[in-house]
């Protein structure tokens, strides 16, 4: 979709313009357009960008929370040391 955009420049950016599509043999119109665009789309991209990210990051953040044991888990490094000893010698015992 396109739309019809009037602006008031001043007369130093008109003629600035107007030097510069004459140089490259465009319309004064096409050139301020494309000056525009140009511009807007470096914004644009980076709108679409931080949304993306943001949308990743809800999904990413989804899988948060917490989850529910049915027995008491101990976290505790020495306890978990000694759980393990105590598994590798009733290994080593029902072996024997």
């Known amino acids: 979709m396109n739309q ?4 008031k420049l001043d007369d130093k950016v008109f003629t600035a313009i107007q030097q510069q599509a004459e140089a490259i043999g465009i319309s004064t119109e096409l050139l301020a ?6 511009q807007f789309e470096k914004t644009f991209q980076q709108i679409i960008n931080e949304s993306e990210n943001q949308l ?3 999904r990413f953040e989804r899988h948060f929370g917490e989850i529910s ?12 040391d000694a759980d393990l000893a105590m598994e590798y010698i009733c290994n ?5």
């Open 4 to 7: 019809i955009l009037t602006l």
């Open 92 to 96: 080593h015992i029902d072996k024997k």
């Open 33 to 38: 357009a494309n000056l525009l665009k140009q």
């Open 56 to 58: 990743a990051r809800e």
């Open 69 to 80: 044991l049915d027995c008491d888990m101990n976290i505790n490094n020495e306890s978990i």
